[in-house]
């Protein structure tokens, strides 16, 4: 529950006590000249809509680090598109709270669509009966606009559109990469000497890292890092949360509540609040509180599933049966018994499995699912032949190939992870045999676990003799055994047996793997199709530059223009040096290698790197910003050296 309540840690609205503030309407007019100030271009003329003279007076106005930022409003209005979200034709208001000042109002808005949807926190201002915004905020940072603008003014010639609206989309850039951190790549960011940042971005900087800390569940390092943003706390609230999030990950529960309770001192109570709050009651064994709390945020949104675990949690023996009435009052009741009783499972809590199925059943006794979950059941008090039985009724309930699919495979898979394969195989019957054994059989093969395998092949030989997957098996259990030849034979008498195309494309990606493991490249090259084991080879040996230079050689002599081949021939110039040269091959050839989805991510991030080496640091960002998520590397460094013309170091961060 830690993570997912983290996931809302920087969410809550940053404001003082509530005076008169728009309602939803209000803020649902103010948001329509928003859309087409964001659809336009990178400059735009001066919006009557956005309220200028407020923006330019927050960002002229000092506390932005004590810098001299003077920027007249039609330089403001140029720079606009430059802080650009997408969504808000879908933008929906959240939260609304007033200022400190009389005429002005905080509201927490959500943009995009349900795949796409990010928050921000938006800054309105009365102008007589309407409300006109002026400063936003992309959460989680706590960074706004006004001091956005302010950075691209802090560093450079004054009020020049050219040059601060490259500043500011540089900035922004920056926040992003912050705000969106490439997985594994994110240690390499943090490494980044913090006192390279723009000052404005320090909030924003300390806030990820102490985020990231506790993520990582280094929660003593994360604790640390926000004791040293306490003074921060009164400006931004959310900081109170994510220490209270901290103490609650570190075990110290009474500190937890207590840091929520300045969260709330300072913005009122609150959904995260109150879910924290509840799990730091129940930790200190104050279950009755604990419940309250979560009840508290079930009234305010039913069917939350964080809060409907909690109070299961809560509530004593006996007093489960409340969680029936929460399931009904939720806008979906199958999603929050499915969501509830998941949770169980992926927990090992099958014992406690009984109060949730007797509850939902008092809602749809015919629900395919309560038969599902049943089968759980009976499966972990050693009866998998009857929870067999129970899942195919499920399925049959259903009357949906789809949901037939996912509740074999779900069952299947929790079987094969309590070590129950043998089990799960033997309790289905013919008519199930070859999917029960192929999902068994793959995951025996994910762990490399020879003796599983061998023992479910065995089985399925005995049950299906011609079965067209067996030699896969086989020849997998050889390679796992370190005899390459026996491997190939048995991949090769799989593809006589005539294979669907997807056990056929199986067999070819196996028989690759196995001769290259082999170190018989040239076999692996000749494998059919050509085209997919080259791909498939070339990557397979992408740090030997002699080999692929010799795979690269054979494929454009057999098929000269041929995109993937020409890929690498530009990726081995790159690693030679001629960058000149590559850069030549990939502008004559960018829209064959753009057009190819599995060859665009290498092109982009080669491509970068070429005119990084060049020096043509502008064509560098664009392309890096064009290439979005099929970029491999972190773009943080480059950014960061690039605004400040660090040339040299913006090259040295690409490399």
Same mark, same amino acid.
């Given at each position: 529950?830690?993570?997912?309540?983290?996931?809302?840690?920087?969410?809550?609205?940053?404001?003082?006590?509530?005076?008169? /503030?728009?309602?939803?309407?209000?803020? $649902?007019?103010?948001?329509?000249?928003?859309?087409?100030?964001?659809?336009?271009?990178?400059?735009?003329?001066?919006?009557?809509?956005?309220?200028?003279?407020?923006?330019?007076?927050?960002?002229?106005?000092?506390?932005?680090?004590?810098?001299?930022?003077? *920027?007249?409003?039609?330089?403001?209005?140029?720079?606009?598109?430059?802080?650009?979200?997408?969504?808000?034709?879908?933008?929906?208001?959240?939260?609304?709270?007033?200022?400190?000042?009389?005429?002005?109002?905080? $509201?927490?808005?959500?943009?995009?669509?349900?795949?796409?949807?990010?928050?921000?926190?938006?800054?309105?201002?009365?102008?007589?009966?309407?409300? /006109?915004?002026?400063?936003?905020?992309?959460?989680?940072?706590?960074?706004?606009?006004?001091?956005?603008?302010?950075?691209?003014?802090?560093?450079?010639?004054?009020?020049?559109?050219?040059?601060?609206?490259?500043?500011?989309?540089?900035?922004?850039?920056?926040?992003?990469?912050?705000?969106?951190?490439?997985?594994?790549?994110?240690?390499?960011?943090?490494?980044?000497?913090?006192?390279?940042?723009?000052?404005?971005?320090?909030?924003?900087?300390?806030?990820?890292?102490?985020?990231?800390?506790?993520?990582?569940?280094?929660?003593?390092?994360?604790?640390?890092?926000?004791?040293?943003?306490?003074?921060?706390?009164?400006?931004?609230?959310?900081?109170?949360?994510?220490?209270?999030?901290?103490?609650?990950?570190?075990?110290?529960?009474?500190?937890?509540?207590?840091?929520?309770?300045?969260?709330?001192?300072?913005?009122?109570?609150?959904?995260?609040?109150?879910?924290?709050?509840?799990?730091?009651?129940?930790?200190?064994?104050?279950?009755?509180?604990?419940?309250?709390?979560?009840?508290?945020?079930?009234?305010? /949104?039913?069917?939350?599933?964080?809060?409907?675990?909690?109070?299961?949690?809560?509530?004593?023996?006996?007093?489960?049966?409340?969680?029936?009435?929460?399931?009904?009052?939720?806008?979906?009741?199958?999603?929050?018994?499915?969501?509830?009783?998941?949770?169980?499972?992926?927990?090992? @809590?099958?014992?406690?499995?009984?109060?949730?199925?007797?509850?939902?059943?008092?809602?749809?006794?015919?629900?395919?699912?309560?038969?599902?979950?049943?089968?759980?059941?009976?499966?972990?008090?050693?009866?998998?032949?009857?929870?067999?039985?129970?899942?195919?009724?499920?399925?049959?309930?259903?009357?949906?190939?789809?949901?037939?699919?996912?509740?074999?495979?779900?069952?299947?898979?929790?079987?094969?992870?309590?070590?129950?394969?043998?089990?799960?195989?033997?309790?289905?019957?013919?008519?199930?045999?070859?999917?029960?054994?192929?999902?068994?059989?793959? !995951?025996?093969? $994910?762990? !490399?676990?020879? =003796?599983?395998? !061998?023992?479910?092949?065995?089985?399925?030989?005995?049950?299906?003799?011609?079965?067209?997957?067996?030699?896969?098996?086989?020849?997998?259990?050889?390679?796992?055994?370190?005899?390459?030849?026996?491997?190939?034979?048995?991949?090769? @008498?799989?593809?006589?047996?005539? =294979?669907?195309?997807?056990?056929?494309?199986?067999?070819?990606?196996?028989?690759?793997?196995?001769?290259?493991?082999?170190?018989?490249?040239?076999?692996?090259?000749?494998?059919?199709?050509?085209?997919?084991?080259?791909?498939?080879?070339?990557?397979? *040996?992408?740090?030997?530059?002699?080999?692929?230079?010799?795979?690269?050689?054979?494929?454009?002599?057999?098929?000269?223009?041929?995109?993937?081949?020409?890929?690498?021939?530009?990726?081995?110039?790159?690693?030679?040096? $001629?960058?000149?040269?590559?850069?030549?091959?990939?502008?004559?050839?960018?829209?064959?290698?753009?057009?190819?989805?599995?060859?665009?991510?290498?092109?982009?991030?080669?491509?970068?790197?070429?005119?990084?080496?060049?020096?043509?640091?502008?064509?560098?960002?664009?392309?890096?910003?064009?290439?979005?998520?099929?970029?491999?590397?972190? @773009?943080?460094?480059?950014?960061?050296?690039?605004?400040?013309?660090?040339?040299?170091?913006?090259?040295?961060?690409?490399?």
């Amino acid at each position: 529950m830690i993570r997912a309540l983290l996931a809302m840690a920087l969410l809550a609205p940053i404001c003082a006590p509530a005076v008169e /503030r728009p309602d939803e309407q209000a803020i $649902a007019a103010a948001l329509v000249p928003l859309a087409a100030i964001f659809a336009q271009g990178p400059t735009i003329p001066v919006a009557a809509q956005w309220d200028m003279q407020r923006l330019t007076e927050v960002v002229n106005g000092g506390g932005l680090g004590g810098r001299d930022t003077r *920027i007249d409003r039609a330089t403001l209005a140029s720079l606009l598109a430059a802080t650009r979200v997408n969504g808000w034709e879908h933008a929906r208001l959240l939260t609304c709270a007033g200022t400190d000042r009389a005429d002005e109002a905080v $509201a927490l808005v959500r943009c995009g669509d349900a795949d796409g949807a990010r928050m921000v926190r938006l800054w309105l201002r009365r102008d007589g009966a309407t409300w /006109r915004p002026y400063d936003l905020e992309i959460l989680p940072l706590p960074l706004r606009l006004s001091a956005l603008l302010a950075i691209g003014v802090a560093d450079g010639p004054r009020n020049d559109p050219n040059q601060l609206s490259a500043a500011c989309r540089l900035a922004l850039c920056v926040l992003n990469a912050i705000a969106n951190p490439r997985g594994d790549n994110l240690n390499d960011i943090l490494r980044l000497d913090a006192t390279a940042l723009p000052h404005a971005l320090m909030p924003a900087f300390d806030v990820t890292h102490a985020t990231w800390l506790l993520g990582c569940g280094n929660h003593q390092a994360a604790l640390a890092a926000l004791d040293g943003l306490v003074d921060m706390e009164a400006a931004y609230p959310s900081l109170s949360m994510l220490r209270a999030h901290a103490l609650l990950a570190c075990g110290r529960h009474a500190d937890a509540l207590a840091a929520a309770a300045s969260f709330e001192a300072l913005v009122g109570s609150d959904v995260q609040s109150s879910l924290l709050r509840g799990s730091a009651l129940q930790a200190l064994g104050r279950c009755d509180e604990a419940a309250a709390a979560y009840r508290a945020v079930l009234a305010a /949104r039913p069917g939350l599933n964080d809060a409907i675990a909690g109070l299961f949690d809560a509530l004593p023996e006996g007093r489960k049966g409340e969680i029936a009435a929460v399931l009904r009052a939720a806008p979906q009741p199958e999603h929050a018994f499915s969501c509830l009783a998941n949770g169980l499972l992926n927990e090992e @809590r099958t014992d406690e499995l009984d109060d949730v199925l007797t509850a939902y059943a008092t809602i749809d006794a015919d629900e395919p699912e309560l038969v599902f979950f049943r089968a759980f059941r009976l499966a972990a008090v050693d009866l998998p032949g009857e929870a067999a039985d129970a899942i195919r009724g499920a399925w049959n309930q259903a009357g949906d190939e789809d949901r037939r699919s996912t509740y074999i495979g779900l069952f299947l898979e929790w079987m094969a992870a309590a070590g129950r394969s043998g089990e799960a195989y033997a309790a289905f019957g013919d008519a199930d045999r070859d999917a029960v054994f192929s999902t068994l059989a793959d !995951s025996a093969l $994910a762990e !490399s676990d020879v =003796p599983l395998l !061998s023992s479910l092949c065995a089985a399925h030989a005995h049950a299906r003799p011609g079965a067209k997957d067996l030699p896969l098996y086989a020849g997998e259990i050889a390679r796992l055994n370190g005899d390459a030849d026996r491997a190939d034979v048995a991949f090769r @008498r799989g593809v006589a047996l005539e =294979p669907s195309d997807e056990l056929a494309e199986r067999y070819r990606a196996a028989r690759v793997i196995n001769l290259h493991a082999a170190g018989r490249l040239a076999e692996a090259a000749a494998v059919a199709p050509l085209e997919a084991s080259f791909r498939q080879l070339a990557v397979l *040996i992408a740090g030997r530059d002699a080999d692929l230079a010799t795979l690269v050689g054979a494929r454009l002599a057999a098929a000269p223009e041929n995109p993937a081949a020409r890929l690498w021939e530009a990726v081995l110039r790159f690693r030679a040096g $001629a960058y000149a040269e590559t850069a030549d091959l990939f502008a004559m050839r960018s829209a064959l290698f753009c057009e190819d989805e599995g060859l665009a991510g290498r092109y982009f991030d080669t491509r970068v790197r070429t005119l990084v080496r060049l020096g043509r640091h502008a064509e560098a960002l664009d392309l890096a910003m064009a290439g979005g998520e099929t970029l491999d590397d972190p @773009r943080f460094e480059l950014v960061v050296h690039a605004a400040r013309g660090e040339r040299a170091a913006a090259q040295e961060a690409w490399e």
